[in-house]
């Protein structure tokens, strides 16, 4: 157990590797669906739209991070109450 050890990971890491895993997933999901290919041509085709994706990017990582931090100091209520 590596909580007995004294392993307990920080709230941002959790954060972060839980980012990484859907990210690594949504991948794999474009790639078997077809998707992935014309995504990636598409954004090549018209680069203003990395632009837009780097925006709605921070955006949401700016979100995610305060929510996190609302319920891990906190609780949910109060992160439902500040969001609602």
Do not use: R, W
């Not at 090549?44 to 700016?62: D, F, I, M, Q, R």
Request: proline share 4%.
């Amino acid at each position: 157990d590596l909580k007995a050890v004294g392993f307990k990971e920080k709230n941002f890491e959790m954060q972060f590797f839980t980012s990484l895993y859907m990210c690594l997933a949504a991948i794999v999901f474009a790639v078997v669906m077809g998707e992935f290919s014309p995504g990636v041509q598409f954004c090549v085709a018209h680069p203003e739209v990395g632009l837009a994706l780097a925006k709605v990017s921070v955006c949401s990582a700016a979100g995610q991070a305060f929510i996190f931090y609302t319920i891990s100091n906190f609780d949910p209520l109060v992160c439902t109450s500040k969001t609602h």
